[in-house]
């Protein structure tokens, strides 16, 4: 079973694809002008979007085909103790938007695949960001370095393909896409 998951935002996008479970690539879609106001950068989002899923589809052998397509939900999760007046639902939407194009690339690229959009608490559950991420990482084999994505356990150094060039700060959403992936992995009936 080959599962792409995305992890969608308004400046960094993850991709990660898994292949039986194991993840076998990974890729951060990066606007280009991160700084630039929402109406300049949803437009480059969007084209850089439907370029890395044209990229994975044709550059990448283990994501030719695509049984499931997993892209994280959005949902208002208000701040303990906030007002109101501290909630910025524009935020929500903008992400919303580019969860949405990013649901739209996958789909024209992989036509027959499945789709699942589960919220974060569904696939996530409610342990804090750190926690779940050291887990995570341990369950798929993984180590954030310098240099991107590695292989734990491996005697060599060999990188996650599509990570090389990923500080520890940009894995993130990596990770959360791999995450989602392995999370529809574990949930399909063999």
């Not at 150094?157 to 520890?168: D, F, Q, Y």
């Amino acid at each position: 079973m080959n599962i792409l998951g995305i992890d969608p935002d308004t400046k960094t996008t993850g991709l990660g694809v898994v292949v039986s479970g194991r993840p076998v690539h990974g890729k951060l879609v990066c606007v280009p002008k991160r700084t630039a106001k929402w109406e300049v950068r949803r437009p480059l989002m969007v084209r850089a979007l439907n370029e890395a899923m044209s990229e994975l589809r044709f550059k990448t052998p283990d994501a030719e085909r695509i049984d499931i397509i997993v892209v994280e939900s959005q949902f208002i999760y208000p701040p303990k103790g906030a007002s109101k007046g501290t909630l910025r639902p524009n935020d929500i939407l903008h992400l919303a938007q580019i969860a949405g194009a990013a649901l739209a690339a996958a789909m024209e690229a992989y036509p027959t695949a499945s789709v699942l959009v589960p919220t974060p608490k569904e696939w996530k559950g409610s342990t804090k960001k750190e926690a779940f991420t050291d887990a995570l990482l341990k369950k798929l084999g993984l180590t954030p370095t310098a240099r991107g994505l590695e292989f734990t356990g491996s005697p060599q150094k060999v990188r996650l393909p599509g990570t090389t060039s990923l500080s520890p700060k940009d894995a993130t959403h990596v990770i959360d896409a791999l995450g989602l992936a392995r999370w529809a992995h574990m949930r399909t009936p063999r």
